[in-house]
């Protein structure tokens, strides 16, 4: 079973910094590929019965390379499919998103 999740930059620069997906609890982190402008990608995060109800986080560098996380949604099922639009990457390197 894996958490899917695709990836869409409908921002208007391109995804430069270093930017990472996780499930609370879990060891691993996935990398988001850099992404231009509409540029796309797929990433699949295996998942377990204990992942369940498991925050979803998103981690990455701002221009400061401050570590930036933030919670984006939560495991609901050990076979769930969700969509991350990166909407803005500010001047900072912020980066804002829609996640349904």
């Known amino acids: 079973m894996a958490l899917e999740i695709s990836i869409v930059n409908k921002s208007q620069k391109n995804l430069t910094q270093k930017a990472f997906i996780y499930i609370d609890g879990q060891q691993k982190t996935t990398n988001i590929k850099q992404l231009e402008l509409g540029e796309e ?3 699949e995060i295996p998942t ?3 992942d369940v109800t498991s925050d979803i986080m998103l981690s990455y560098l701002n221009t400061d390379s401050a570590i930036i996380i933030t919670k984006m949604g ?3 099922s050990q076979a769930q499919k969700v969509q991350l639009d990166i909407t803005d990457i500010t001047s900072e390197g912020t980066i804002r998103y829609r996640f349904s």
């Open 41 to 43: 990608c797929q990433i």
């Open 48 to 50: 377990t019965e204990k």
């Open 74 to 76: 939560e495991v609901t």
